[in-house]
Nanobody
Framework: QVQLVESGGGLVQAGGSLRLSCAAS????????MGWFRQAPGKERDIVAA????????YYAISVEGRFTISRDNAKNTVYLQMNSLKPEDTAVYYC?????????????????WGQGTQVTVSS
């Protein structure tokens, strides 16, 4: 069983930056693909970014490509999401998730393990 704990959310002005962290425990973190999802009020939980087990392959939603960067440190069992040039439409609860597989996956159904989420609010 994998446990995930996100941190780093908060309130930031448009154009600002935040870095989210997700610490994993229990299970084989270094062999799993990892993902970041987000859910705004009244909307579906959508993929933001994903990374494979080694960090050599990543996936980004079109809406964040060029602004967000996903990375991981397997020695620390941690995955990160660096968010730059934030926009009000990035406001959401951000969730970290661990995949069943080692590749970077974009489908929510590929992720059986989820963190509790961290709120990101971008003011205009």
């Amino acid at each position: 069983q994998v446990q995930l704990v996100e941190s780093g959310g908060g309130l930031v002005q448009a154009g600002g930056s935040l870095r989210l962290s997700c610490a994993a425990s229990g299970g084989t973190f270094s062999s799993r693909g990892m993902g970041w999802f987000r859910q705004a009020p009244g909307k579906e939980r959508d993929i933001v970014a994903a990374i494979n087990w080694s960090g050599s392959s990543t996936y980004y939603a079109i809406s964040v490509e060029g602004r967000f960067t996903i990375s991981r440190d397997n020695a620390k069992n941690t995955v990160y999401l660096q968010m730059n040039s934030l926009k009000p439409e990035d406001t959401a609860v951000y969730y970290c998730a661990a995949a069943l597989f080692s590749s970077s996956r974009s489908q929510r159904t590929d992720y059986p393990y989820w963190g509790q989420g961290t709120q990101v609010t971008v003011s205009s």
